[in-house]
Nanobody, 123 residues
Framework: QVQLVESGGGLVQAGGSLRLSCAAS????????KAWFRQAPGKEREFVAG????????YYADSVKGRFTISTDNTKNTVYLEMNSLKPEDTAVYYC????????????????WGQGTQVTVSS
């Protein structure tokens, strides 16, 4: 069983930046595809960004394309989400997750979720 711990969230003004980290322990996640999701109050959990296990392929939700960048450091067993030009609508709890399937955007295709980190963007 792998444990995922997200960090790096906080309060930021619109237009600002944050870098989220997701550290894994218990086993290596190098051979899994990774993704970030988010969930705002009263809304369903939604896909944000995904990356292949090699780090060579990435895909994004249209709402964050060009502003967010997902990356992975398999030597550190960690996944990152660089968020720039943040908007108030980016406010949510952000979660990382892993999957044996690439290119998926449904939460049901992912396993081993972290506890999440809160991102709040003020206008």
């Amino acid at each position: 069983q792998v444990q995922l711990v997200e960090s790096g969230g906080g309060l930021v003004q619109a237009g600002g930046s944050l870098r989220l980290s997701c550290a894994a322990s218990g086993r290596t996640i190098a051979d899994f595809h990774k993704a970030w999701f988010r969930q705002a109050p009263g809304k369903e959990r939604e896909f944000v960004a995904g990356i292949s296990w090699t780090g060579g392929s990435r895909y994004y939700a249209d709402s964050v394309k060009g502003r967010f960048t997902i990356s992975t450091d398999n030597t550190k067993n960690t996944v990152y989400l660089e968020m720039n030009s943040l908007k108030p609508e980016d406010t949510a709890v952000y979660y990382c997750a892993i999957s044996s399937l690439y290119g998926r955007t449904s939460p049901g295709d992912y396993r081993d979720w972290g506890q999440g980190t809160q991102v709040t963007v003020s206008s």
